[in-house]
């Protein structure tokens, strides 16, 4: 009888094909994406499942057939996707998408600092803009579902309220890419926006207090001060709506469906104008500069290793 | 003077062991404690230093008890392992800080930081924060701090932990020459190499009993169930054969190992006593010249895995 | 297997490295030299983490430039400090660690496994990474470095903080890593022994500029001038007798050693016939080799 011998060499010679740049970078996200909806987290999921019935409540229920934009006086036209992401006295979700922003983003970078593993992913081949966004993808798409799916649904109802009337959709092709193209806006900020918070604060709880603290403080700090310099009849009064996210975000919103700004002082509604140019570059501008301290901090990270 | 006696000292923190039993005297000169984390050697530190009091058992450090007798304390230095900075401060600041506690007034205690300061080398930094220290200029502070007022007896607990080769000889040093002076030192170190350079003296130390105590070498030849392993290397490569045979003759020899490729010969016995005295008697019979006698058997790596580890015998 | 040729690198007015020109060669290498020597600068560039002002770079045969991010590739990677996350399993840390690195889940699965069980860590690798002990900790960090089979492993103070028994066994592992997987090793540490026990070559750093590239076999089998003896009882005999033979002799004493200067081999033979006629026991006899600490001191100062 023959028989042969053999070592395995399996440790010895472990030469593995290793995946491409974007496909780590992919991976990474979606790995990320599934962590934020664990079980673990049930602040996230109690969140989406708010957003969710709120939506079935207030939108899929008692949503009225007028679709998509009312006219409430000759001048002001408001949206059912405008309101969507309004405050929460005229049905709007915005509370739950910040506190979910909020919740969801503090540990993705937070954690990585905190525990300095950052250096061991940053001594991986991915970049270090490959990291962040890795560290993005999660949030990005965990927001996605908590705007575009629901917007979707809507349409989809108010679609077969008209009894599924083909020209609804030629007549509505436009609000269709918008509130898609909306619902991603709203994402990508709220993403970003979570991710600097996450760095710049590395602990995961005060992050995300810090997030959600300083976009409604600001709002209301910014709402007093525009009514007091109204009040004294100071032209530039409107641009100090500019300063605050929630407002500032809202405008370029209201941008994409093509309305007219306004805020609502004292239940009396305001309509303000703004130059295209002025907020596309204060945006750019903005997240431009969030997306480099983030990485500056990084990388301060791994200098003083 | 100087002197440290345990006497069947306990001391447990509730249900944890802290040390048990332990019976043990330091003299002037170093003393090296080793063991695992854990082990105890904190805690004989404490017991020491009288930041704790034991749960049974005496202790006395020259002759009265450190927990009651704080004046005891002007002449006990002590150097942490973890760092206990005041980043703010710089070296000077902090030392002549910690000497004015200790009743010295304040142009006294700049003095003394300053001078203890620049005898570790830190006269170039001195002046700078401590936030701004490397792992090694922070061990130096620390040890500047225990040293200043130039206590007889100093407690080091893993003084050279993180400090670049060049700090820890200069610490090595300074230690020895403290030593020299006739300072009772006790130091703890993970590097056995470090302590084996510094003494002879240690207390092996595990689950907070003493295992071993004293000069390593007479530690080793209580260890008797074990066999000794010496090493010898003839400088006539010839001469390898006949020394071994000639070896094997002798009854207290009870094996033996020819490593021709290494050149030299292991020699295994159980009375080292006796080999030791009559080997270079043998050799001058025999007109064969050795140029190496060693045994790896009583290197504080041996023993502290013998004793430690519990590994007996390979 | 890494080549630097004229490297400089500044940050500010600082030059951390100053035409820093060496050849690394394959095997275990030891790197050495005072903080803020441009040890830790050179390692980064190395691992293209950051970019030299100037000067080439060269590292397993690749060139790094700009786009030195594929290099990671064939290095592995473990930091002096404690960066490891603590709300993991040691299992879960590893295959995360491996898909970063590029490997799909099922190789990384079984690759953190092979790995862990070459680290002889047992079911504890099913358990939270902050329930580990330090020793532990130092095997994860080491374990997540080597998950996607690096040709290079770049290791910084392995044995820094662990007690004698788990520092025994990071050396004896390291050891291994070039034997069974050919994985190439460079070891900063503080430490000089470790160098001494692992290390094939070792190179020392200083002021931005390589001072050394030597063998470390080599240097240890120097010897000095200089036979140290340790003599039982009788030792006052042991010595005058020596002193007969030549009293102008420099015979250095001290309570754990006798040191006398190295002639010629008659020197061992007079010891000898000294510990024979005084009847003393004769512990050790030995001419005392270079040590690494030796070789770095004077090096370095």
């Known amino acids: 009888m023959k028989s042969d011998a053999k070592i395995a060499e399996k440790f010895k010679d472990f030469t593995p094909t290793l995946d491409s740049r974007a496909n780590i970078v992919l991976g990474m996200g979606l790995r990320g994406f599934e962590k934020l909806l664990s079980l673990k987290n049930k602040g996230t999921l109690f969140l989406i499942g708010i957003i969710y019935l709120w939506t079935f409540a207030f939108y899929l229920l008692m949503g009225e057939d007028s679709y998509p934009c009312t006219e409430v006086s000759e001048e002001i036209t408001t949206c059912t996707h405008l309101n969507f992401y309004g405050d929460l006295q005229y049905g709007g979700t915005r509370i739950f998408l910040v506190m979910l922003a909020a919740i969801a983003s503090s540990g993705l970078i937070a954690n990585d600092l905190n525990d300095k593993s950052i250096h061991l992913y940053l001594s991986r081949p991915i970049s270090r803009i490959d990291y962040l966004i890795a560290r993005i993808i999660p949030i990005f798409l965990l927001m996605i579902t908590v705007t575009v799916l629901p917007n979707l649904a809507i349409f989809i109802s108010q679609f077969s309220k008209s009894g599924l009337d083909l020209n609804f959709l030629s007549d509505n092709k436009w609000t269709l890419s918008n509130l898609i193209l909306q619902a991603i806006f709203y994402s990508i900020s709220y993403s970003i926006i979570g991710i600097t918070f996450s760095a710049a604060i590395n602990r995961e709880s005060l992050a995300a207090v810090a997030f959600f603290g300083t976009v409604y403080g600001i709002s209301l700090i910014v709402e007093i001060f525009y009514e007091m310099m109204n009040g004294m009849d100071i032209e530039q009064a409107d641009y100090i709506l500019l300063l605050s996210i929630i407002h500032f975000l809202d405008i370029i919103s209201y941008n994409i469906f093509n309305v007219d700004y306004f805020v609502t002082i004292f239940g009396s509604p305001v309509i303000i104008e703004y130059s295209f140019a002025l907020i596309v570059g204060l945006y750019a501008l903005l997240f431009f500069s969030f997306i480099t301290l983030v990485n500056y901090i990084i990388s301060q990270m791994e200098v003083t290793k | 003077m100087n002197t440290i006696h345990f006497e069947q000292v306990t001391k447990n923190y509730g249900k944890v062991q802290g040390i048990s039993n332990v019976t043990l005297s330091l003299e002037p000169g170093v003393t090296g404690i080793l063991g695992p984390n854990g082990a105890g050697k904190s805690t004989t530190m404490k017991v020491i230093l009288g930041l704790t009091r034991p749960s049974i058992g005496t202790v006395s450090v020259n002759g009265v008890n450190p927990f009651d007798d704080l004046e005891l304390r002007k002449n006990i230095g002590f150097v942490p392992e973890y760092d206990c900075f005041y980043e703010h401060m710089s070296a000077v600041e902090y030392v002549s800080y910690f000497l004015m506690i200790h009743d010295f007034n304040k142009e006294e ?107 390593r070498h007479e530690i080793r030849k209580l260890m008797s169930n074990i066999p000794i392993q010496i090493k010898v290397s003839p400088i006539d490569k010839k001469q390898l054969r006949p020394l071994i045979k000639r070896m094997l003759d002798e009854k207290w020899i009870t094996a033996g190992r020819l490593l021709e490729s290494e050149g030299e010969i292991i020699l295994e016995t159980n009375e080292s006593e006796k080999f030791y005295t009559k080997f270079p008697q043998i050799l001058e019979n025999e007109k064969i010249i050795v140029e190496r006698i060693v045994s790896d058997d009583d290197t504080l790596d041996s023993l502290y895995s013998k004793l430690v580890e519990g590994k007996q015998w390979k | 297997m890494i080549e630097a040729k004229n490297v400089i690198k500044k940050y500010g007015q600082v030059t951390a490295l100053d035409d820093f020109t060496v050849n690394i060669p394959k095997g275990k290498i030891g790197i050495l030299g005072p903080n803020g020597a441009g040890k830790s600068t050179f390692v980064k560039i190395a691992l293209g983490l950051i970019e030299s002002t100037s000067g080439e770079v060269t590292v397993l045969g690749e060139k790094l430039d700009k786009n030195s991010i594929a290099i990671r590739r064939k290095i592995g990677y473990m930091p002096e400090h404690d960066c490891i996350p603590n709300k993991m399993t040691g299992v879960e840390f590893l295959i995360e660690m491996g898909q970063v690195s590029g490997l799909d889940y099922q190789t990384a699965t079984q690759r953190t496994h092979e790995i862990l069980g070459h680290l002889r860590m047992g079911e504890e690798k099913y358990r939270l990474i902050e329930e580990y002990s330090g020793g532990m900790r130092q095997k994860i960090k080491l374990a997540q470095g080597l998950v996607h089979g690096p040709e290079l492993m770049f290791l910084d103070e392995p044995t820094s903080g662990l007690d004698p028994k788990a520092r025994l066994e990071m050396l004896d592992t390291i050891n291994g890593l070039a034997e069974i997987s050919n994985t190439n090793v460079l070891l900063s540490t503080h430490i000089l022994q470790d160098v001494e026990t692992v290390c094939d070559y070792v190179i020392i750093i200083n002021n931005g500029k390589l001072q050394i590239k030597e063998n470390v076999k080599e240097l240890v089998k120097r010897q000095t001038d200089t036979i140290q003896i340790r003599v039982g009882e009788n030792s006052d005999d042991f010595i005058s007798i020596l002193k007969q033979n030549d009293n102008k002799r420099n015979i250095e004493i001290t309570e754990r050693w006798i040191r006398i200067p190295y002639e010629n081999d008659e020197s061992f033979k007079e010891i000898i016939s000294a510990a024979a006629s005084a009847k003393c026991q004769l512990y050790e006899m030995e001419r005392i080799a270079v040590t690494m600490d030796n070789i770095y001191l004077e090096v370095v100062n």
């Open chain 2, 109 to 215: 205690s700049i003095d003394m930081a300053q001078n203890s300061l620049r005898e570790l080398g830190l006269q170039d930094s001195m002046h700078r924060k401590i936030r701004t220290y490397s792992r090694g200029m922070r061990q130096k502070t620390k040890v500047a701090r225990a040293t200043a007022f130039n206590p007889q007896i100093l407690v080091l607990d893993e003084p050279f932990q993180g400090a670049d080769p060049t700090t820890r000889h200069l610490l090595m040093e300074k230690i020895k020459s403290w030593s020299d002076e006739g300072k009772t030192i006790l130091i703890s170190s993970h590097i056995l190499h470090d302590v084996e350079y510094l003494t002879d003296n240690i207390i092996l130390i595990n689950n907070g009993r003493v295992l071993a105590s004293g000069n």
